[in-house]
Structures are given as structure tokens and as C-alpha cells.
């Protein structure tokens, strides 16, 4: 439907990053195509954090490149991201969805409309006025996700959305990432819980030291993953 | 002994009936006063959020610099101001020395530092948690001045609150530029200086009274805004 103004697929090129002298991603190929949420996962230090950071243009790569099938400009303005701690500004929740579509130069009435539209896939319309850092870690991050969806991005980038949050607040989370990706959003999240990325998960890329070990369907990755380390990764054997 | 008390029992009998020269004298300080504030923070306030979110060559000097001029003595901000105003000097032209307005000048050039001092240092805090997510919803450290202003504004109000403090306290600023006239640049900390040296005890005590409350009124009116802060933003 709106294949014309896609900023979809995402070509990811050689990509290295280093950190005081520290090589993190070890030059990463792959490409991210529109569809079925793509799940980065991998043990603590595989680099997924810093990954996702660099294909959302929040690091400058220390080579290869990230490209999108858009002009830049163009392309950040269509992606959107919601950190493992949420980052909520002190106002109420309703003024928190706004605050990113007054930036996009989108008009208060509409602004409103949207508000409310998000807020209400994240059932926290009954709060809106609450501020918003007075919300409970759950509802933070549910908040996170709703000011994410109102700018109604074609790419959205979760980093641990559920690592801090308790298992009814995760699936709560779970169940909202799930609709967003029903309705065409393309998910690109990393989490280190083998048992959310099969519930979420359209393709899997395994992370590994820095380097991308296999990037396969869900279904495959899980029955039959290929690499050892992912294998090793999925009994739950501690690879580092 | 008796001296000190009937000098109390003067100086609230000064306050109680509302003694129109003592009334007189706090307000000009109110007036200059209050708009020093509003004038140095409408410098020092942006000013000192630009330096919390900006990286270039020189700013560890700048903040240096910028927290020297906290600690400005108001004599000297009162003999630059005192240069600048006289006949001779760039401003004389303007016939502004030994007017409220001079006194205004004086004490917005003694607070603005120490408000964008503190202004950069209640932000930076805010800018370090916020600067990924706001990069992420596109805008710069330009665009994140006036939402770091905004969801800052407790904490600045406290600082608002601190340079007025200075401002209604000084006395050498003041003095200088203002040149401590009865009815028309007379504030209440020249007062004080002038009705103790010449022996006026309740007048003096009346005004230092009334300056001791202002201020113990401007630091409760901080610490509940420090509450109404933490209940805020958890």
C-alpha cells in the first residue's frame, strides 16, 4: 500500500563500532525487509543495544554503512525507538504522546486525535492526565510504546522493552508489540529471553561477540538453528 | 540592654502601622529587586541551558568562568555598572546613575551569572537523561533548550528564588549606582547601613525585620516547590 514512499528494506553493510579502543560489532551484514517483527537476540554483551543504536542513527558507525531505501531525513522521520528504561518527560502522559508529534510539525488538533488514539491501544487513556513519571514501570513503558506508535513509524526499533518489568507487565508489553507489528509496523527488537523472541519473533538474527552467527525464519531458527552458539544459546547454556 | 529593647519595640511599631517611608523603602526593593530577576533570567536562564547541552572548544572555561562570576562581589558589579552610567562614561548620555534603573542594571548584571551557573547545573542532569530520546524524536541541543526549560521549571524556580535572594540582599550594588536617596533610590539594605551608622536603631531593625521574613519566606517558598517537584516527577 504504501511500497511508493517505503524507507524499507534496510541494508546493513560491513558495520563495526568500537568503544574506547573496544571493537563491539565486528562489521555486520544483513538486511531487514518489511513484515514479520525481526527479533536480534543473543547473550548480555553480544552488541544488540549498541546494534540497534546505529541502524536508528543514534551512533555514527565506526565503518561500513546502515542504508535505508529512503533519503536520510526521510528515513529518521519514519523510525522510531523505545529504550529498555523508558525516558518520559515531565509532563502528563497525553502531553508526553504529543511532544514528539509537535517535532514532526503536526498540527495540535491532530496531535490531540492521535494522543488519544495511541493511549487507548496501550490502555492508558484513563490516565492522561496523570504525570506521566508517576506511572508504574509497566505503564511507563507502555507509555513509551504509545508515544512511539502515535508518530506512526514504518520502522519501530524496541531495545529490551521488557527487561525491567515483571511478567504480567511483559506480556502486557508483549500483547502491544503484537498488534502494532498486526497493523504493518515493522518491529526490529533485541531481547535476551528466548521465550519472548519465539512468541514475537518473525526472523531471528543471532548475535554472537559482535557478530551476526545466523539470520534465519523464526520457525527454522528455533527447530533447527545452525550455528552452535546459537544452539548452545537456545538450551540456555551460558555463551559468552 | 534597654537601648536594644526600645529600639524593637520601635521598629515593630514601625512595621504594625504600616509606616508609609518604611513601606516606601520595601517596595522600591521589591521593584528593583524582582525586576533584576526578571531581567537576568531572561538572559541567564537560556543562556545557562545552551551550556548544558552544547559540546565546543572552550566551555569547561566558559563554566569556569561562568562560576567565578557567582561570586562577584557587589561592589564590583556596582563600580562596572557605577563606570559605564557616570557622565563620562559609554551610557552617561542616558542621565540613568542614581536611579532605580541604574539599581536594576547593577543587580541583573550581579545575578545573571549566578542564575545560568545554576541553570546549567540543574539541566545538565535532565539533558544527560533526555538527550538520546529527544535525538531519537529528531531535535538537536538547540530545539531541547526550551523542553529542558520547561521540564526543568521546578528546579529553576528554586533558582529564581536564589538569585532573588541575592538581589534583595546586597547592598554594595545598590549603594553605588543608586547612590542611597531618600524617596526615590533608597532600598532597604542602604537603609539599614545608612540609619545604623547614624544611630536610627528602630528604622534600621524595622527594615532588617522585614528583609529577615522576605527571605525566610523566599526559602519556604523553595522547599515547597521542591516538594511539589519530587511529588511531580516521582
Not at chain 1, 529504550?83 to 509532563?91: C, E, M, N, S, T
Not at chain 2, 544611630?199 to 527594615?207: E, F, T, V, W
Not at chain 2, 522576605?214 to 516538594?227: E, F, M
Request: with cysteine.
Amino acid at each position: 500500500m504504501r511500497a511508493p514512499d517505503t524507507i524499507l528494506p534496510l541494508l546493513v553493510e560491513a558495520l563495526r563500532f568500537a568503544a574506547g579502543g573496544v571493537e563491539i560489532l565486528h562489521g555486520v551484514s544483513f538486511s531487514i525487509e518489511a513484515g514479520q517483527p525481526t527479533v536480534v537476540i543473543g547473550p548480555n554483551g553480544a552488541g544488540k543495544s549498541v546494534l540497534l543504536r546505529l541502524l536508528h542513527g543514534l551512533l555514527p558507525p565506526g565503518g561500513g554503512a546502515v542504508r535505508w531505501a529512503a533519503a536520510p531525513d526521510r528515513a529518521a522521520a519514519r523510525q522510531a525507538m523505545v529504550f529498555q528504561r523508558p525516558v518520559l518527560l515531565r509532563r502528563s502522559v497525553a502531553a508526553n504522546v504529543a511532544y514528539p508529534l509537535a517535532l514532526a510539525g503536526i498540527a495540535p488538533r491532530e496531535r490531540a486525535r492521535r494522543a488519544e488514539e495511541a493511549l487507548d491501544l496501550v490502555g492508558l487513556a484513563a490516565l492522561a492526565e496523570r504525570p506521566a513519571r508517576r506511572l508504574s514501570g509497566g505503564e511507563q513503558q507502555r507509555l513509551a510504546l504509545a508515544r512511539a506508535a502515535a508518530l506512526r513509524p514504518e520502522v519501530l526499533f524496541l531495545d529490551e522493552p521488557c527487561a525491567s518489568l515483571d511478567p504480567s507487565a511483559t506480556r502486557t508489553v508483549e500483547e502491544i508489540v503484537a498488534a502494532l507489528a498486526r497493523r504493518g509496523t515493522k518491529i526490529v527488537m533485541t531481547t535476551h529471553d528466548i521465550g519472548q523472541a519465539r512468541r514475537l519473533a518473525g526472523e531471528v538474527i543471532f548475535l554472537h561477540r559482535g557478530r551476526v552467527l545466523e539470520h534465519a525464519p523464526a520457525p527454522r531458527f528455533f527447530a533447527a538453528p545452525e550455528a552452535p552458539e546459537a544452539a548452545a544459546f537456545l538450551q540456555g547454556d551460558l555463551v559468552w | 540592654m534597654g537601648d536594644l529593647h526600645a529600639a524593637i519595640t520601635a521598629a515593630l511599631g514601625l512595621i504594625l502601622a504600616v509606616d508609609p517611608a518604611v513601606m516606601a523603602i520595601v517596595g522600591l526593593s521589591l521593584r528593583v529587586s524582582l525586576s533584576a530577576v526578571l531581567i537576568a533570567a531572561l538572559v541567564g536562564l537560556p543562556l545557562g541551558a545552551l551550556l548544558a547541552v552544547t559540546r565546543f572548544p572552550g566551555r569547561q572555561s566558559a563554566i569556569v568562568a561562568l562560576n567565578a562570576l557567582m561570586g562577584l562581589p557587589p561592589v564590583v558589579a556596582g563600580l562596572l555598572i557605577y563606570l559605564l552610567l557616570s557622565r563620562s562614561g559609554p551610557l552617561g548620555p542616558l542621565g540613568l546613575l542614581f536611579t532605580p534603573t541604574a539599581m536594576v542594571i547593577a543587580q541583573a548584571v550581579l545575578i545573571a551569572p549566578i542564575l545560568a551557573a545554576l541553570t546549567r547545573e540543574a539541566l545538565s542532569g535532565l539533558w544527560e537523561e533526555y538527550a538520546e530520546q529527544l535525538r531519537s524524536f529528531g531535535a538537536g541541543p538547540l530545539r531541547a533548550v526550551p523542553t529542558l526549560l520547561w521540564d526543568g521549571r521546578f528546579a529553576l524556580l528554586t533558582v529564581l528564588l536564589a538569585g532573588f535572594g541575592r538581589a534583595s540582599a546586597e547592598v554594595g550594588a545598590v549603594m553605588i549606582v543608586g547612590g542611597n536617596i531618600e524617596g526615590f533610590t533608597r532600598v532597604m539594605t542602604t537603609a539599614i547601613a545608612l540609619e545604623t551608622s547614624k544611630g536610627d536603631l528602630p528604622l534600621a531593625l524595622a527594615l532588617g525585620l522585614v528583609l529577615m521574613a522576605i527571605v525566610v519566606a523566599v526559602n519556604a517558598l523553595a522547599q515547597a516547590l521542591r516538594g511539589a517537584a519530587s511529588r511531580w516527577a516521582g
